[in-house]
């Protein structure tokens, strides 16, 4: 599935396995400290785990699609700014769509 980023980037987003959404979805933790306080960890690799798994190809220097049992290269995730990335990642997030298009009442 072809996107466009807001830079302008054209992305392909492939459909990844439940266990790849799972194992994703899983990455981010919320930990309880003292007095109520809380903290969110493993954003930036949870961010990084999406765009390995569901980054299919696209507008990249030296890199246009994934071949077969390829895994993404570094060098490509290093092209994306950081406002690249988390566009990218919630883009994939949208496209993996599990279940019902249409929720039962």
Same mark, same amino acid.
């Given at each position: 599935?072809? =996107?466009?980023?807001?830079? +302008?980037? =054209? ?6 396995? !439940? ?5 994703? =979805?899983?990455?981010?933790? !919320?930990?309880?400290? #003292?007095?109520?306080?809380? %903290? !969110? ?12 798994? *569901?980054?299919? +190809? *696209?507008?990249?220097n030296g890199f246009s699609r994934l071949k077969p049992g390829e895994k993404l290269p570094?060098?490509? !995730? ?5 406002? #690249? ?5 919630? =883009? ?6 599990? *279940?019902? %298009?249409?929720? %039962?009442?």
């Open positions: 599935m072809e =996107k466009t980023l807001s830079s +302008g980037r =054209k992305v392909l987003i492939k459909e990844m396995t !439940i266990d790849q959404i799972d194992a994703c =979805k899983d990455m981010v933790q !919320i930990v309880f400290v #003292e007095d109520n306080a809380k %903290s !969110i960890r493993n954003l930036a690799a949870t961010r990084t785990a999406w765009i390995r798994a *569901g980054l299919e +190809g *696209g507008d990249f570094d060098s490509v !995730i290093k092209q994306l700014t950081d406002a #690249e990335k988390e566009e990218l990642a919630m =883009k994939i997030q949208e496209a993996q769509v599990v *279940g019902e %298009s249409k929720p %039962s009442n």
